[in-house]
């Protein structure tokens, strides 16, 4: 056997291992994983499926050119790779009608048929003209103008530790203001984050550029000294990835109690006080985070009822745009104790106990503060929830136990899209199918709530 062959070979047999990844990938899309670690994986997957199915495709060719013509083998990558490309691509697929279609119901329902009119003739133009364009899914992301400063404050410094809190501030390139304020909150499960990149740092510098004063918050995180799981001492863990998002651990470890003071409390009245600095418009303030950022963004529901001896009501919140947060943390950790990989671990439940003050499973007025599924009254913001249908992670039935809650307390509207076939952090890449469209009904939504 000559080394052409050999290596003809091994490409193959290299070429027949991608396509079997190919295979479990798709189902990961299809089916969002069912546990934590496949839920996580399926955050890339489902986020690249506009480029992923292609990558396929060109692989079975490959096979398809190497095989002996004359035995007819080539047909079999080309046959194997059908339901690959198709389960790859389904967030391409499936995934753009059914949300546009449930948004403009939604939308008219909330704010008329001709809800476009709403909006102030000179924001109207600065915004998205599709909600999918199936070409920008390649030509990258746009040159966008806006002005930043990083590492503004600190909003906070914590008296017990002297641990500070910065936020990145951004603004749009020319005018005095006041200029409307979008809140940025990020994720990370209250224990990892950070501003700035980890907070997909693109719609930051999208709504600065689209006339917005934007606050990239940092906020305390828990952490466990001393702890282990799976064997593993968790705070050296946090730390490497707290030092690849550009951030030290805290010196102290924080309650989610501690981070809404933090949020609601403590950088609301910084706001106040500084909104002549920072051109902003208190008075028209809106709010956004991802995952945990999610929950947390949801407690401003809570501004007038179980936070407000905290808010600073000098702050009008004109509405809230929670992605893929959880609102019960019983309902939330009692799916995910069940979780197979969560579940052999008993040092899980003592985790748990040090980041949120106490057990929320077990201990109902503890959950019923922090969860913000039981804020929900007359006086609860507008709401628009972007939430992946997939998502192993938070799944949808919080978005939705939290859309029940307002239709059944609440006055102000709560639109809730939710997008197939794509996981948590479904808009990690702002270009996809996905990260298109909520886009496109966020700027909305919040163009509305302004004029």
Known sequence: MNIKKILRYLILIIAYLLLVVGFISGIIVVTGGQNLVFGVLNIILSSISCISFIFYLVIAL??????????????????LVIPIIIMNSMPLIAGISAPINSAETQFKAAFGDNYMSLIKPELRAKLRSSPFEFWR?????????????????????????????????????????????????????????????????????????????VFDLQYGLAHFPGEKIFGYDVDPLLSQ???????????????????????????????VA???????????????????????TETFIGWNTTWRNVFNDSVKIRGIIPRYGPCDFKDLFSTHMNDPIVGIDPNFDDLMEKAFGGNPVTDDSLNRLISPLYYVNKSAP???????????????????????????????????????FVGHMFDTIPTSPAGQIALYYWERFMAILQS
């Not at 200029?179 to 990370?188: A, E, K, R, T």
Request: with cysteine.
């Open 62 to 79: 490959i096979a398809a050119g190497l095989h002996d013509r004359d035995r007819k083998f080539w047909i079999i990558p080309l046959v």
């Open 241 to 271: 990835v707290q030092g690849l998002l550009g951030r030290s651990l805290t010196k102290r470890s924080y309650t989610v109690q501690e981070m809404i003071v933090q949020i609601l409390g403590n950088f609301t009245d910084y706001l």
């Open 137 to 213: 899914m390649y030509n990258g992301l746009e040159d966008l103008q806006y002005n930043v400063s990083y590492n503004q404050g600190p909003y906070l410094t914590d008296p017990t530790s002297g641990d500070k809190f910065y936020f990145d501030y951004y603004r749009p390139i020319s005018g005095s203001g006041p200029f409307p304020v979008l809140i940025n909150i990020h994720g990370g499960a209250w224990v990892i984050g950070n501003k700035g990149i980890e907070n997909l740092v693109f719609y930051s510098r999208y709504f600065a550029s689209q006339g917005y004063v």
């Open 382 to 420: 507008p709401c628009l929830f972007l939430q992946g249908i997939q998502d192993a992670l938070a799944p949808v039935e919080e978005a939705r136990m939290l859309q029940a809650a307002y239709k059944a307390n609440a006055t102000s509207p709560f639109i809730l899209i939710e997008f197939p």
């Open 274 to 296: 500084n909104a002549g600095k920072y051109h902003a418009n208190i008075s028209c303030v809106f709010v956004t985070g991802l995952s945990a950022g999610g929950q947390l």
